[in-house]
């Protein structure tokens, strides 16, 4: 009997390629974010602390270079080169106001022009911006937690030096100062160092810093810091401040005498007295060893010791602690996700100037998420690649550009809420 089935044949049709597109963008979701940054008066702002007088040979602004950066961060563009090619983008373009892409030694070289005096301009008007936002926000109690991380590099950068450098050991660094409004997930206060300062060094400067930052509403503040900033002077000025602290003690020279103690086992008892430094053991894992032909588990301890004003036992402090990690997952953040310190010159002041750009990029995506609680929760990472870096064409009719965006896209719901959410 013959087969009279059909059978389905899968047919693919080959499609030429031209480099002819024009009016094209890979950044939508740019747009909604100047339209916020232009209600916060950014742009405006930083035009006036950075004025550009326009002689015929300068076709770019001061503001224009620096918000290509901050863009350029939030989109996930790193390194000057890329930058410049960031701005050819047709929707950059507009939104900076640009008549031609930026070239990458302008932005160096206008970013040098700045110097010292920039940076200290630059951080003064993002201390005053963020601390706008922060009084909108805040509330009587506010947690704050310290840290500095190490950014490597692969060149004779001006300030970049040896020091403690766990990832590449041995190479050039520099070693940014940081500290987070925990409860807001933002950078509050940031400072730019060489790669051979301490972790603490600087960190009393740093603080009477910060405390201008906070609003006269926050009553309560708790400082939280590791081992690197055990020091008695920042005890001594966290406590003519009136703030709590809790910072992990250096365990060097110490853990032996940890080990020698009398141990008993501690299920939800108060210590009888309060004590300057407070010690817990926690078992770290079990091994197996061999004792007189019997095989036995015997327990490696692993030791933490705390310095805090808080009236509270070890176990209590142990887990406030613990919470204080999250704080390295936002530096992670700042560093691999908003790039920052990825962007280098050859110039300390100028490489100072892009760090702060990068962290405000990252404080600006916070203040978004923040705004719009739904995502809140969300990484930068997850807001860039569902709402900021999408395809589109740019249209120009009846004196008004429009994206045109794909029409079936899957977000395409939570994106205009998101734009709408921003707008107000």
């Known amino acids: 009997m013959k087969n009279t089935k059909k059978k389905s044949k899968f047919k693919s049709k080959n499609i030429r390629h031209a480099f002819t597109g024009v009016k094209l963008t890979q950044y939508s979701g740019l747009s909604p974010i100047m339209k916020y940054l232009n209600g916060q008066n950014l742009g405006k702002e ?3 602390i950075f004025p550009t007088l326009m002689y015929n040979s300068s076709k770019f602004s001061n503001v224009q270079v620096l918000l290509s950066v901050v863009l350029a961060s939030i989109a996930g563009v790193h390194r000057l080169k890329r930058i410049s090619h960031f701005t050819r983008d047709s929707l950059v373009m507009n939104l900076l106001g640009l008549e031609k892409d930026l070239n990458k030694d302008v932005i160096g070289i206008r970013l ?88 603490s060094n600087g960190i009393c400067e740093f603080l009477k810093q910060t405390k201008e930052l906070l609003s006269k509403n926050i009553k309560n503040v708790f400082f939280r810091a590791d081992s690197g900033f055990f ?24 853990k032996t005498l940890l080990m020698s103690q009398e141990w008993e086992i501690v299920e939800g008892k108060n210590w009888e007295k309060p ?17 007189f032909g019997k095989n036995q588990l015997v327990a490696e301890y692993e030791y933490a010791c705390y310095c805090s004003n808080l009236e509270k036992d070890a176990v209590e402090l142990h887990e406030n ?11 992670e953040e700042v560093k691999s996700q908003l790039l920052a310190g990825k962007n280098l010159t ?45 395809p589109a064409k740019l249209v120009c009719g009846g004196h008004q550009l429009t994206l045109k965006i794909y029409e079936h896209y899957y977000y395409k719901n939570r994106w205009i809420e998101l734009d709408q959410l921003l707008s107000i």
């Open 321 to 331: 602690y613990k919470r204080r990690s999250v704080s390295e997952t936002w530096i």
């Open 231 to 254: 020091n008695g002077t920042l005890f001594d000025l966290l406590e003519s401040y009136g703030w709590t602290y809790l910072v992990k003690v250096k365990l060097k020279n110490l």
């Open 46 to 48: 930083l035009n006036k």
């Open 346 to 390: 050859d110039d300390f002041h100028a490489n100072d100037i892009l760090w702060q750009l990068q962290v405000l990029a990252y404080n600006i995506s916070v203040m978004m998420r923040y705004k719009v609680k739904k995502y809140w929760r969300q990484e930068h990472k997850t807001l860039r690649d569902w709402f900021i870096n999408i």
């Open 112 to 199: 040098k022009q700045m110097g010292q005096s920039g940076s200290i301009k630059l951080q003064e008007f993002l201390f005053k911006w963020q601390k706008r936002w922060m009084d909108k926000v805040v509330n009587d109690s506010i947690t704050l937690d310290a840290d500095s991380t190490v950014q490597t590099v692969y060149g004779n950068q001006e300030g970049a030096a040896k020091g403690y450098n766990s990832h590449k050991k041995g190479a050039k660094s520099y070693h940014p100062l940081l500290i987070f409004a925990s409860e807001l997930k933002i950078v509050l206060n940031s400072w730019f160092r060489t790669g051979s300062a301490y972790t």
């Open 275 to 291: 004590r300057k430094l407070r010690a817990i053991r926690s078992v770290k894992r079990w091994i197996e060893t061999d004792f």
